[in-house]
DNA sequence: TATGAATGAGACTTCATTCAT
DNA sequence: AATGAATGAAGTCTCATTCAT
């Protein structure tokens, strides 16, 4: 009842302040999304421990749980984070210029160079992917439709070069098209940094145009 | 009071089948194979624990250590023979018959249908793949090997057809061809299975084959 | 991105009801209380969280210790305001009315109906009690004193209707007629509804009645 | 592999075998249920950390968890085992002698022994029972059964000893019944041993009696 | 050819509390 | 009159592994 006017817990005048200077919240975040983007991009979701994202960013496990709700949404947002670092980094093609074949060409050597930029983005989430876990993590989902927009934009980038191609063989192409970009993504991170990654996705590049121009034909002379 | 003897947390729990109780070490090896195979392929290596294949194998977890020395050789065990099993689903091609397309679109093929049989090989080994642990499992060397031997095959069938290309050109399609069949499969495991794979193999033997004629002209003109 | 202030664990819980921003002590003081009540009165005193009791109130756990010294603090404030809510709900008897038996009566009633109308009380005030921990928390300290002071009030009724009545019978008594209530409360909680706490109050009522007058026979034949 | 055969007298005398002697699960079982029923008396469910049983068995935290599934269940086997001590506790009333009122106060005499010899079970059931937590606890449950079962006998024999009463009244009997014994019991553990339980018991016995008597009379004048 | 029982280390997460602002 | 950010300790539980039998 009689409510003194002051803190309810005593001072104390003894100043010992091991604690941090100034407590920065954004900072905090950032240092704790680097360190388990990192460990993630190593080891998959199942190997990124609190403790260790702990030790890596410099602050206590029960501080990471202050930004994040629980070690699933932390994933979650080391995949969102990285994914708007790997779109910043795509190239986007400038203004239409050349023939068709060129300009898939120009959009493949973007991606090249985007991946070998920002690897950490494809390589947790093609890891996350290929789990089946019955509890699907957040993160998951979250690549899956990051993956999905991608994919419609292909495919729409396809619509657009070759208007009459019909949606079966376009969804095949577009198919084709990020297969060929994960594997070779791969095929790089297996098999070092000796895998040109722009010359082979030109090359993909240029087997998608052909792809694209038989499909073409096909449906000419079976309507 | 029904002490049954197993660890609490198993305990209750309905057994997958009524089991025979003779030892028949054959038969308790496959068992746990089976099961770590399951969860591997599923979770992977981190998301695989004694625990769990304990559980789904119906053994205790100190048996599992009587038949292999510990997670490292149970989960190569598992790589090694899902190996076994994938190299015994692909439909080796017959004698030579045909055009050189002609064969590059059958090997596609039988390719295409082993990972349809056996998908866990290729997803679990790809997963181990894209780790980057300090401490490499066994498996995952054991499946590097694998596929560097798979690889050196590939090379060697390009060589065969086409055997004035320098070995640049070579191994430039060797990684092309290897990361269309990984690309696919991915696709195939994440976008549900209305993807085609094996018309969208054969597409990629399609893409390979004209990529091969291509390296030759250039070859030819640009000795 | 949108980056509410509050510990991750507890974004994006949809608030209680849109709060004004208005600094308020008291206020906050009562949701505070509110809550920390709710949950004591559910949970006892180790289930009550600082983090629960932060959540159901919508201030910060930090708020939470400008109020209050200490947990063990706010849940002695619990217990203290919940006691008062409860004497106030105790419809005291009015001028002596009737006979002895009857005033009994009516203030078993009473009370009955009070525990109908605060029973987080009693609930918590039981919980506590039962307790035997080596650091007694303050609040079991304080339902204790609460009680000792009730078993007085009870004793000085019996001792103002029989006066001849010896010091032992009284104290045995007012024991019987403080278990009633207690043992009857719990009925009432446990066995849930039905249970008719009225009726079951006068019949406890027209007991300790009863046990009065044989105990004053029994000294009077036995002086 | 190395026999290290030796004559006794040089056999290292420092045997450290930090590992116990001979694993005996029966044993271990019960030092941690022992441990969990003098914690859970002492503090309830929320109270009882398996830290704490594990420093009070002197058997690891893991060691716990191959004994018991989790804490819920730990915690129920304690109120299982703590049941049946107290119903072995229980002296059952001998072959009919004497009239009903006789047979009551020897029963209850019975209770009030039993009470005082094993009262970790009625503290521990009430600290469970007054309980809301939203994720019931399987401990309270098994009380709860348990309370329902034992007001059933009393019901029982309730209506052997006074056939003609109303179901009505034979429920609040049973109810007033057990109110009184759970409320000595609090009296006894809040108040000290001061209180004569015994005495108490039968006080109450006799208040069952009169009780049951006048509702038989208003039974019989209103049918 | 197993397996019941155990165990230290470490997993994720919550705890009560502090303090600079 | 608060509160954002942090923190060490402790919470429950799982981990891979061992070993006597």
Redesign the pocket.
């Known amino acids: 009842m009689a ?1 003194t ?3 309810a ?1 005593q ?2 005048t ?16 950032r240092r704790i999304l680097d360190a388990a983007a990192e460990i993630a991009g190593e080891r998959g979701y ?1 190997g ?7 030790a890596r960013s410099g ?9 994040f ?4 949404e ?1 994933i979650a947002a080391v995949i969102e984070r990285s994914f708007e670092r790997w779109l910043a980094a795509v190239e986007l093609p400038g203004p239409e210029v050349g023939d068709a074949g060129e300009r898939v060409r120009t959009m493949a050597v973007g991606l090249a160079k985007a991946l070998l930029d920002t690897p950490d983005f494809l390589r947790l989430g093609l890891m996350l992917a290929l789990e089946r876990r019955p509890a699907e993590p957040t993160a998951r989902t979250k690549f899956l439709q990051v993956r999905q927009i991608t994919r419609e934009r292909i495919a729409e980038a396809i619509r657009e070069l070759t208007p009459e191609l019909p949606e079966s063989s376009v969804r095949a192409l577009t198919t084709y098209a990020m297969a060929g970009a994960d594997g070779l993504f791969i095929a790089h991170e297996l098999d070092g940094d000796d895998t040109d990654l722009v010359a082979l996705f030109e090359l993909h590049a240029r087997s998608l145009s052909d792809a694209t121009a038989r499909e073409l034909d096909t449906h000419r002379s079976n309507p």
Not at 48 to 54: D, F, L, R
Not at 59 to 67: F, K, M, T
Not at 69 to 72: C, G, I, R, S
């Open positions: 409510n006017r002051r803190p817990s001072r104390s003894s100043q010992r302040s091991t604690r941090k200077r100034r407590a920065d919240g954004e900072e905090s975040r199942d990124t421990s609190i403790g260790e994202v702990s602050l206590p496990a029960s501080s990471i749980y202050w930004h709700a629980n070690k699933d932390l």
